[in-house]
Nanobody, 122 residues
Framework: QVQLVESGGGLVQPGGSLTLSCVASGIPFDAYYIGWFRQAPGKEREGVSYIGTITGDTIIAESVKGRFTVSRDDAKKTAYLHMNSLKPEDTAVYYC???????????????WGHGTQVTVSS
């Protein structure tokens, strides 16, 4: 059974930082491409970042470029989304996703976590 479990969300003030984690089980993690997405109330799910296998190539959405980075630790079967200089418009539920194929920022991944809430507010 495949499971992706996100953690690390919470309430943070504007300008603050958070690191989200996504722990995988039931898949050969090092062979899977990982995406991070977010969805705010009333909005469509948005691709935030992507990290590939082997070379670990990354894609960061324009909306968060320069503030967010993505990384992975295959030994721990964990992917990370590092978020800095957070803004109120970053408030959303953040999801990680995994697939055998490179889905980049398209929400067509095979496996999804249940999400973690990030709220940016003073």
């Amino acid at each position: 059974q495949v499971q992706l479990v996100e953690s690390g969300g919470g309430l943070v003030q504007p300008g603050g930082s958070l690191t989200l984690s996504c722990v995988a089980s039931g898949i050969p993690f090092d062979a899977y491409y990982i995406g991070w997405f977010r969805q705010a109330p009333g909005k469509e799910r948005e691709g935030v970042s992507y990290i590939g296998t082997i070379t670990g190539d990354t894609i960061i959405a324009e909306s968060v470029k320069g503030r967010f980075t993505v990384s992975r630790d295959d030994a721990k079967k964990t992917a990370y989304l590092h978020m800095n200089s957070l803004k109120p418009e970053d408030t959303a539920v953040y999801y990680c996703a995994a697939d055998r194929l490179a889905r980049y920022l398209y929400p067509t991944y095979s496996y999804w976590g249940h999400g973690t809430q990030v709220t940016v507010s003073s």
